[in-house]
């Protein structure tokens, strides 16, 4: 959005990697997963298994919660519609053999599932949003809390493999309540900013809490 973009340097992560995932999050976070830190094109004996969040507003990362095994090349990550992540396969490639890959799956659940305490967040909920919204127009959400949400988010569907997620995309949404349980917002402007094809819709609590997703 500024007349003249440009590249800048951010901390980096705590790990090196190659052949990682980068997951957008419900809440506009990014959750990077898998890879290697050692040489060679798939170096499985040196997998990352923690997990690492980048939070946009602060410029700064987390490490999370590690896997119970490493995923290396050929492993891929998406959004789940529950704002959970889905961390997936790895294996054959660069001297791994078919039969030495991973045939695993391991769900990660973002802090903003949780309190404080570790007890499960309360999450808003979507009781009815329209299947389709065309550019530039308002559309309406039911739900039960339209007084206390404010923003949500498109997350278009992800495609994602090789350490690459080509689909997926975020658009942020503002939203005002017009009763106790409807909400409106405006649709993306153009496919500029959101190409057609299947997103998520998710209603974030006034701590980020992600509702599922429509």
Do not use: C
């Amino acid at each position: 959005n500024r007349a003249s973009p440009a590249w800048r340097s951010v901390p980096g992560m705590r790990f090196a990697r190659r052949q990682m995932n980068a997951t957008i999050l419900a809440d506009g976070k990014v959750l990077v997963t898998n890879g290697s830190s050692g040489p060679g094109f798939n170096d499985v004996g040196a997998a990352v298994r923690e997990a690492e969040l980048w939070n946009p507003a602060t410029e700064s990362w987390t490490t999370m919660a590690p896997e119970v095994v490493g995923r290396t090349y050929h492993s891929a990550s998406l959004l789940l519609p529950d704002g959970r992540v889905l961390s997936m396969g790895s294996g054959e490639g660069g001297g791994v053999s078919y039969e030495n890959s991973q045939f695993t799956g391991q769900v990660f659940s973002p802090p903003y599932l949780f309190n404080a305490d570790g007890s499960r967040a309360q999450r808003p909920a979507i009781s009815s949003a329209p299947s389709r919204v065309l550019y530039g127009s308002s559309f309406t959400v039911e739900t039960p809390g339209a007084g206390s949400i404010t923003r949500g988010t498109l997350i278009r569907l992800s495609s994602v493999t090789h350490a690459f997620n080509q689909s997926q995309g975020i658009y942020p949404l503002t939203f005002s309540a017009t009763s106790a349980t409807t909400l409106l917002a405006q649709a993306p402007g153009s496919a500029n900013l959101a190409p057609p094809g299947p997103y998520m819709l998710f209603l974030l609590s006034p701590t980020g809490v992600p509702s599922l997703a429509k």
